[in-house]
């Protein structure tokens, strides 16, 4: 069964760094692979979706890059803000097509001002 | 404004008490879908439906049951069997259950045990 981990569960960084965050997954049959933002007592909210085939995805000051083939992705997050506090969560969707995402645990992100 | 609603944000049982969960979307999505979060731990599935009247069990399904009878709603009932139901409940959607299509959020529910 796919399992999914992300390292550091925790991370506190001052306002302007520029961080990345870890997702790696143990069967590297995936269709694709999507980080989500999470505030307190909320839902998730889609950031990033990189398909299979493809290497990274890019959004404003967010970047994700996939190696599917050692199971692991990155979330690069540049000049980080307060308002990135957030807990960024990653799922990877199987290659059977089916829509059963796996998710890791989280990183929970406090930017300081 | 589209988008999933679920309702209520707070909810409390007694023992022995059946609870429903809604979940209401706008956005005509084919296929929904239930999670449960506990305190540290990421998403689990516990059911999934591809489209009106259909509906699968996913990983943790043992002590809830869904209905499909509406493409826009998805109830969760979490049964008296369900003996630990004290989680974060979140309802999702995607156009399609094919994994090329990003699945969207609710805000979720927060159920607690009286």
């Known amino acids: 069964k796919q399992e999914v981990t992300q390292i550091p569960a925790a991370l506190s960084v001052p306002e302007g760094e520029n961080l990345v965050l870890n997702c790696s997954f143990t069967d590297s049959a995936i269709y694709n692979l999507q980080w989500f933002r999470q505030d307190p007592g909320k839902g998730l909210t889609s950031l990033l979706l990189?398909?299979?085939?493809?290497r990274e995805q890019t959004s404003g000051r967010l970047n994700a890059s996939l190696d599917k083939s050692s199971g692991r992705s990155t979330l690069y997050i540049a000049a980080s803000q307060p308002g990135d506090s957030a807990t960024y969560l990653c799922?990877?969707?199987?290659?059977?097509?089916?829509?059963?995402?796996?998710f890791g645990t989280g990183t929970r992100l406090t930017v300081i001002p | 404004d589209g988008g999933i609603t679920q309702s209520p944000k707070y909810l409390f049982r007694k023992e022995g008490q059946n609870v429903t969960l809604s979940c209401e979307q706008n956005l005509n999505h084919d296929a929904m879908y239930w999670y449960r979060q506990d305190p540290g731990q990421g998403l689990r599935l516990i059911y999934y439906?591809?489209?009106?009247?259909?509906?699968q069990k996913g990983d943790i399904a043992e002590g809830y049951s869904v209905s499909r009878e509406k493409k826009e709603s998805f109830p969760l009932t979490v049964t008296s069997a369900q003996k630990n139901p004290t989680a974060f409940y979140l309802c999702?959607?995607?156009?399609?259950?094919?994994?090329?299509?990003?699945?969207?959020f609710g805000d979720g529910t927060r159920l607690s045990i009286l």
């Open positions: 799922a990877v969707a199987p290659q059977t097509g089916a829509n059963n995402l796996f």
């Open positions: 990189i398909q299979s085939s493809q």
């Open positions: 999702a959607s995607s156009l399609t259950g094919y994994s090329n299509q990003p699945q969207h």
């Open positions: 439906s591809q489209i009106v009247n259909d509906f």
